[in-house]
């Protein structure tokens, strides 16, 4: 099947895919309507839960595996929607409705990709494509549950609106709760002890804190309290105050290395959440990347977490759309995003595995 044919269908599918509410763990029908693209260009597939994937025809264990991946969950439209979140209409060149940027654009460019491989014969590389679920609120039943079910995968790139540019590594993640404890009493009362009070200094020392290393391409780790509460009537001073601390984390730590600096310097207790959003990369020489740069793309390094974080192989982050317009009313993607992005991919690929 042509490129221009794909496209069309890429972009009807995209359609198709905003009319039909995916929130995250509530993504049944289109999971549905994925299964439908598949059948219909006689493509065989496999579906794990919300998961839909599939191998290229001539797929080879001898050979290496390139994932091609996005995310077909959305979050909740939010409040500020003038537009019907769930109705696709195109307006002045913009598709619109929830999921339009994030990332039914790169889902279906990559979709539109494999299928144009699908039948190339003598590929250097295996290609793996997956539609995942539950991306949005990192589920176990995202790409992380599915990766045990899944060949070895040597390299991925990941759909995510990056306006086609290379985003050559990504910011890991660890939340943080922390505790900043005090002596409870009357309000009335003299207390040398006032959590709230107590909590000034450790906001200050969050705010003022820096980390050592630097990253070429992903800068600063970034720390930031993000939620605090306390209290719980005018005249009752209360016994702690809990804070929430966000740390986006470059590739020069692992995160495990992020909890235990700042659980020994902070001035407050501190618990993670978890570990496991590590900061991804891929090597600027890698030959996928060589591809992109030969097509004229910029390489930079993405503050924002993506599915990335679940792979332990290099992966690019790489799809049409802007990553500003996620989660916000009136979603929309330019239609001729999605037709260079589709373009796009395949000339890197063809720069990559033929």
């Avoid at 890991?172 to 200094?201: K, M």
Wanted: proline share 5%.
């Amino acid at each position: 099947m042509n490129q221009r044919t794909l496209t069309e269908k890429a972009l009807e599918l995209l359609k198709e895919l905003i009319s039909i509410p995916s929130f995250s763990k509530e993504e049944e029908g289109t999971a549905a309507a994925l299964e439908n693209w598949f059948k219909g260009l006689d493509i065989p597939f496999e579906r794990i839960h919300n998961n839909i994937f599939a191998k290229n025809k001539y797929w080879d264990d001898s050979k290496p595996t390139l994932l091609l991946n996005s995310h077909h969950d959305t979050v909740k439209p939010n409040q500020a929607y003038t537009k019907d979140p769930f109705q696709p209409h195109i307006e002045d060149g913009k598709l619109f409705g929830l999921g339009s940027n994030d990332a039914g654009g790169c889902l279906v460019s990559l979709l539109a990709t494999f299928a144009y491989f699908f039948h190339a014969e003598n590929l250097n590389h295996n290609i793996l494509m997956v539609a995942s679920a539950e991306e949005e609120n990192a589920g176990k039943n995202s790409l992380r549950g599915l990766l045990p079910s899944l060949p070895k995968i040597d390299v991925a790139i990941v759909g995510e609106p990056t306006l086609m540019q290379l985003a050559i590594a990504e910011k890991g993640l660890v939340v943080f709760d922390a505790v900043v404890r005090g002596t409870p009493s009357h309000a009335a009362h003299p207390n040398d002890n006032n959590a709230i009070y107590n909590t000034i200094e450790v906001l200050e020392w969050f705010k003022n804190y820096s980390f050592n290393r630097k990253s070429e391409v992903l800068g600063d780790v970034k720390m930031t309290v993000t939620q605090i509460n306390a209290g719980s009537q005018h005249n009752v001073v209360p016994s702690q105050v809990d804070l929430v601390v966000d740390v986006r984390v470059n590739d020069k730590y692992t995160n495990q290395e992020i909890a235990d600096l700042l659980k020994r310097e902070a001035p407050c207790e501190l618990k993670e959440r978890s570990l496991r959003l590590n900061s991804s990369s891929i090597d600027k020489d890698h030959p996928l990347v060589k591809s992109g740069i030969a097509l004229g793309r910029k390489t930079y390094g993405s503050p924002t977490l993506s599915d990335q974080a679940a792979l332990s192989c290099q992966s690019l982050k790489l799809g049409p759309g802007d990553s500003t317009r996620s989660h916000s009313a009136d979603e929309f993607i330019y239609v001729c995003e999605i037709e260079e992005g589709i373009d796009l991919y395949i000339k890197l690929l063809e720069g990559f595995i033929k």
